[in-house]
């Protein structure tokens, strides 16, 4: 399987050691949208896409480069998330980035997100929020994650081999 992430971490570094952290579980290089071609896409079986969440969205380079992939038949895609609040489960933020992929043709299958320290206003007034994270226990969980993928994937491939 080869798989990619494309990250965009602009704040604090939160979302680059989850990258990172998933990135060496998938084996996988972690590369800024406007380091990687969208075309280039097509040659890896896993894509994820990730960044911090701003004002309930992702970061907008992120946001841009998916509006930018053409349409057609790709492979299969995750989404993460850091965040100074948790996600609201009556309108998780990975929603929309995760229908703008389906209609691009990515088959997302799962999202993750954990805390992130946070120092956007208001926050920047008490000296932030969710300090020291992600903590040990965050970058375990994102591990989980990558090595839950990893094995979906490695199902998936052989599945398709005995077809």
């Known amino acids: 399987m080869r798989a990619i992430i494309v ?3 602009v704040s604090h570094g ?5 990258a990172d952290v998933m990135g060496q579980v998938l084996a996988a290089p972690v590369v800024a949208p406007e380091d990687v071609a969208a075309a ?8 994820g896409f990730g960044s911090g969440i701003f004002s309930g969205r992702y970061h907008p380079r992120l946001r841009r480069f998916v509006e930018a992939l053409p349409e057609g ?10 965040s100074g609040l948790p996600e609201p489960g009556f309108g998780p933020f990975t929603r929309p980035l995760v229908r703008r992929l389906a209609r691009k043709g990515f088959a997302v299958s799962d999202t ?3 805390r992130g320290f ?6 920047k007034l008490v000296g932030g929020i969710s300090k020291a994270r992600p903590d040990a226990g965050d970058l375990a969980a ?7 993928l990893r094995a979906r994937s490695a199902q998936n491939g052989a599945s398709r081999e005995n077809r």
């Open 7 to 9: 990250c965009t971490s």
């Open 14 to 18: 939160n979302t680059q050691r989850v």
């Open 40 to 47: 280039d896409l097509s040659a890896y079986d896993l894509v």
């Open 73 to 82: 038949g790709r492979s299969q895609a995750f989404v993460f998330a850091t």
């Open 112 to 114: 993750f997100s954990c």
């Open 118 to 123: 946070d120092t956007w206003l208001p926050f």
């Open 142 to 148: 994102a591990h989980a994650f990558a090595e839950g």
